[in-house]
């Protein structure tokens, strides 16, 4: 099973920035994807970003542009560095692990509020 902790969110002004982190632990493997995915109140869960461990990178359309999701191999670490936020970008954000990069896995973070105001 693996295990994933997140870090990173909280109030924002818009316009501004944000880092969120994920950090995964136990059955964990680097052919695991991390990826971010995001669910507001009344709406879907969708994703935000993914990464797998040689760099490949896929992002939703509200992502593209302002988000960047980076990896550390070596700390088990995926990084979401969200600048431009916008009031739509408050969510929950949960951090996942799985085997793809537009399909989330079953491995799943508890979440972390971000809520951007104006």
């Known amino acids: 099973q693996v295990q994933l902790v997140e870090s990173g969110g909280g109030l924002v002004q818009a316009g501004g920035s944000q880092r969120l982190a994920c950090t995964a632990s136990?059955?964990?493997?680097?052919?695991?994807?991390l990826g971010w995915y995001r669910q507001a109140p009344g709406k879907q869960r969708e994703l935000v970003a993914s990464v797998t461990n040689s760099g490949s990178t896929a992002y939703g359309d509200s992502a593209k542009g302002r988000f960047t999701i980076s990896r550390d191999s070596a700390r088990n670490t995926a990084y979401l560095q969200m600048n431009n936020l916008r009031p739509e970008d408050t969510a929950v954000y949960y951090c996942n692990a799985g085997r793809l990069l537009w399909t989330p896995g079953t491995s799943w973070g508890q979440g972390t509020q971000v809520t951007v105001s104006l």
């Open positions: 136990g059955s964990f493997d680097t052919r695991h994807v």
